[in-house]
């Protein structure tokens, strides 16, 4: 698999299989997002993913891939500070505000960060069309955030602190983007990378969560918790794989954009599985949002 992942690298291929790649990170990050939304504590079920995805990595990276370079653990270093500062701003962002809030909003700022930093960091050079694209998907998903802001009915006593905490996780996520494509390009094999990653960023949020539920007067029931977290991890697997696997074949501003899709996904969710009503104006949005990511794929 390596092998073959490497001989695609810099080729029509790899640009199609990145395209790929990266709108299977957006749809699965919309399941991710929509398992910490509702019955648990966010705390909890991020403590609960973290917490299985480093059992099932840890085998495959002590037995399976090749070792890293030395090199990496440095790279690794970066990687457990960034993903814990924010998974801490996440939770904190989602236990003050309405989730149909605060996830466009995550999810709108990142694409702009990170186009910007894949140009200073990778050289990265998007055309003016792809800028309008850039523009026109950002529109959608901080207007789906505007319009769902108007319409929420809990939580406005703490929304503006949710806000201005889910800005600030949209620039860690455009920050853990730019960095973990750097880390995946460091090696010659990115499943080393991938693999010690889910160990590395698995390692923060298990303990502080158990602890959490320790401490809570009614505590949720762990069977259920643990069961949401294991199908979490094993879509984690896929979303944060995918993304990074995409950014090692193609431009990582061009993959960031194209998973900050997400936001469709999760109302096509939320209609289809959650029975929540998507109304014309919602559709509207989620338009603009697909018309953007079509701009910037065509218009390269």
């Known amino acids: 698999m390596s092998d073959w992942i490497i001989t695609l690298e810099g080729t029509e291929a790899g640009h199609r299989t990145a395209l790929l ?9 919309a399941v ?3 398992l910490q939304k509702g019955r648990f504590d966010p705390w909890l079920t991020r403590g609960a993913v973290d917490f299985w995805y480093l059992l099932m990595a840890l085998p495959v990276a002590l037995f399976v891939v090749p070792r890293p370079e030395p090199q990496l653990w440095l790279i690794f270093a970066g990687v457990w500070l960034i993903h814990t500062a924010y998974k801490v ?21 990142g694409p702009l960060f990170a186009v910007i930093g894949a140009y200073l960091i990778f050289g990265e050079v998007f055309a003016p069309l792809q800028w309008l694209g850039v523009a026109t998907l950002m529109t959608g998903i901080l207007g789906l955030a505007a ?4 319409h929420v009915r809990v939580n406005r006593d703490t ?19 730019i960095y973990d494509a750097y880390g995946i390009r460091s090696t010659p094999d990115p499943f080393t990378f991938l693999a010690w990653f889910f160990v590395i960023d698995g390692l923060s949020f298990p303990i502080p969560a158990y602890l959490r539920w320790r401490a809570m007067p009614q505590r949720p029931e762990a069977r259920g918790l643990l069961l949401r977290g294991f ?17 090692r074949l193609d431009k990582v501003g061009q993959a960031a954009v194209l998973r900050e899709t997400s936001p469709v996904f999760a109302a096509l969710i939320g209609w289809v599985f959650l029975k929540e009503t998507v109304g ?16 910037v794929e065509t218009g390269g």
Do not use: C, D, E, K
Not at 21 to 29: D, E, G, R
Not at 280 to 285: D, I, Q, T, V, Y
């Open 280 to 295: 014309p104006r919602r559709l509207g949005l989620m338009a603009l949002i697909a018309a953007g990511a079509v701009i």
């Open 89 to 109: 701003l996440q939770a904190m962002a989602y236990t003050r505000g309405a989730y149909t809030v605060v996830y466009p909003v995550v999810r709108g700022t």
């Open 231 to 247: 199908i979490g991890a094993i879509v984690a697997f896929g979303s944060f794989g995918s993304v990074m696997l995409a950014t």
């Open 159 to 177: 929304l503006n602190a949710a806000l201005a905490l889910a800005v600030i996780t949209g620039m860690l996520v455009a920050i853990y983007t």
């Open 21 to 29: 790649l990266a709108l299977s990170a957006a749809l699965l990050h």
């Open 147 to 150: 319009y769902n802001l108007v």
């Open 32 to 34: 991710f997002g929509a």
